[in-house]
């Protein structure tokens, strides 16, 4: 089972590039790496995944070290509505998606 | 389309007493779970469904038991309601294992 590792919190000024990192370094080649977020009390809401290429969406974009056992997402322009904890999650399981949270990252922006 | 839909946003059990906590999703998806989030920690997996006719425990399985009623219906049951139970439940669907899930906006259970 790929654990992942996350500092708890980091703050970002608004308008400047949020990056978080994550350590997944016990990753399986066919296993993806997937970011979610919490804002507030919500219920999480899916960011981005990727297997080993870089992706972008229009939230953010996703980079994975070419060894795979540690990833960035990147913000490119925070704004205050982006605080909200990010959780990076590698799920395990094989034919099923057990998506298992940890306590991921706390990301303040600041005005 | 509505999502997922979790029913009732919130509920106040005594302790002892039981409950069914409801799930449904029009998106026709394959696969749906059940999480627990308890106050400053991450979610927790209680139960999965990786398809129809399916269901798996996840981390913290004891004291509940689920129905996968349907596609679209994934109920999650607490038979003897205990404080330790209080919580912020959400389910979540999925088309597939490789997809992103979605999640309900949560119920907010207080046992006491």
């Known amino acids: 089972d790929a654990k992942t590792t996350q500092p708890p919190s980091m703050d970002c000024a608004e308008g400047r590039a949020a990056n978080l990192p994550c350590n997944h370094s016990t990753i399986s080649g066919n296993e993806y790496v997937y970011w979610y977020r919490q804002i507030h009390s919500q219920g999480p809401q899916y960011i981005i995944h990727g297997l080993k290429n870089n992706e972008t969406n229009e939230m953010a974009s996703l980079i994975i070290t070419e060894d795979r056992k540690s990833s960035t997402l990147i913000l490119p322009h925070a704004t205050l509505r982006d605080t909200a904890v990010y959780y990076c999650?590698?799920?395990?399981?094989?034919?099923?998606?057990?998506?298992?949270f940890g306590t991921g990252t706390l990301l303040a922006v600041q005005p | 389309n509505a999502g997922v839909t979790q029913t009732p946003k919130f509920q106040v059990l005594k302790t002892g007493q039981s409950m069914t906590l409801q799930c449904a999703q029009d998106m026709n998806h394959n696969s749906m779970y059940w999480y627990r989030q308890d106050p400053g920690m991450g979610l927790r997996l209680i139960y999965y469904?990786?398809?129809?006719?399916?269901?798996d425990k996840g981390e913290v399985p004891n004291g509940y038991n689920v129905s996968r009623l349907n596609k679209r219906e994934f109920s999650l049951r607490l038979e003897s309601a205990a404080p330790s139970q209080t919580s912020v439940y959400f389910c979540?669907?999925?088309?597939?294992?490789?997809?992103?899930?979605?999640f309900g906006q949560g119920t907010r259970l207080t046992v006491v």
């Open positions: 979540a669907s999925s088309e597939w294992w490789d997809d992103e899930a979605f």
């Open positions: 469904s990786a398809s129809e006719g399916t269901t």
């Open positions: 999650i590698v799920p395990y399981g094989g034919a099923t998606n057990k998506l298992i």
